[in-house]
């Protein structure tokens, strides 16, 4: 069975540190990729998404990933994060089957970010 | 715009007492799916419709069980809830097969 998993449960880092996430997946086959971001309060909401070509993808609000395949990995990156950055982040995987696709979450990353 | 709407936001039932869930889209999607999310958990897939064809996970219980009347809606039917199935309630929709994934709000739903 296909899994994703987050290696840090919380983060807490100051305004203009910098910010990577971890993030693997099992999943052999073809898979698609992303982060998504859930705000306090809010829905989760695309930040990223990795399907093929460059394995360095850019998202929303200065975030990026690296698909790096034979690590099984896609990693989010940020250079500088801001206080409104504070939110769960979620890793996701989907399997592309035949004729359906079903998406993983991995169990997310509460990122506190101090003024 | 609101894409992915679910109603009610907030729901408390009895334990045991019937509940329906509703999720509503504007996107014309053709997937739907259903997820489980538990405090400080991933959300968990519990079965999503691929048009009309339903695909229920294996490990979802018997207790849940859903609707697709038409395109634009989904519902999740819960027979008897117990007290371990309070959870948010997670409806997301995406145009097919490998594509993202957008979500509602959520239903929190409370067991008493």
Redesign the interface.
Known sequence: AQS?SQHN?HVILSEAASLELGCNYSYGG?V?L?W?VQYPG?????LL?Y?SGDPLVKGIKGFEAEFIKSKFSFNLRKPSVQWSDTAEY?CAA?K?DS??????????TMLLVSP | DAM?IQNPRYQVTQFGKPVTLSCSQTLNHN?M?W?QQKS??????LF?Y?DK?F?N?ADTPDNFQSRRPNTSFCFLDIRSPGLGDAAMY?C?T?R???????????TRLTVV
């Open positions: 994703v449960h073809t698609n992303f998504y809010q829905h989760l909401q695309l998404k399907f979620f989907l592309v004729g359906y696709s079903t998406l993983t979450f991995g169990k997310g | 992915v997937v799916y997820y400080s958990q991933a959300p968990k897939l999503h691929y064809d695909n996970e997670l997301a995406s097919g097969i490998g594509t993202e994934a957008f979500f509602g709000q959520g």
